[in-house]
């Protein structure tokens, strides 16, 4: 369990950073909500995603580590949890999806786009997702360059 503690601790720190690294994008909007009704849905569903992924990581922990307090390998290990994640045809069909998808399509995006936009240090999004999940870091960046849309609109547009 120390192990997930760790994992929730540097999640928190990662976005944490990521915000204070960005504070054009995550200041009070001059006029309007502070937080738009797409940015709050990504929120509401990146905030979801972790829920839902730390009830079956906590699970995970709890039912295969056996006393066994090394992350990286060993029962409850994050070696064991990718070998469970190819166990079967189905499982592994998910499993290379979810792989591909976080560590090659998401860095590539964010970091791209991200410098393209002028977001400060955009691979800590990759990086969140080794500590909250894929869906999260996915929802943020969004949530995030719908917030930096917002607030480059003029007040004039953003009645339009």
Do not use: K
């Amino acid at each position: 369990m120390v192990s997930l503690i760790v994992h929730a601790v540097l999640g928190v720190a990662v976005v944490w950073f990521l915000v204070a690294s960005n504070p054009q994008i995550f200041r009070r909007p001059a006029t309007g909500p502070p937080v738009s009704p797409l940015e709050c849905v990504y929120y509401v569903i990146g905030i979801a995603s972790i829920a839902i992924g730390w009830y079956f990581n906590i699970r995970f922990v709890s039912e295969y580590a056996d006393g066994n307090a090394n992350p990286i390998w060993g029962d409850g290990s994050w070696a064991q949890y990718i070998d469970l994640m190819f166990t079967n045809p189905a499982a592994s069909s998910a499993g290379q999806d979810y792989t591909i998808g976080n560590v090659i399509l998401l860095p590539l995006m964010t970091i791209i786009d991200g410098r393209r936009r002028g977001i400060g240090r955009p691979w800590l999004f990759f990086v969140s997702s080794l500590f909250t999940s894929f869906a999260f870091a996915w929802a943020f960046y969004l949530a995030t360059i719908e917030r930096q849309r917002r607030l480059t609109q003029s007040p004039a547009s953003a009645d339009a």
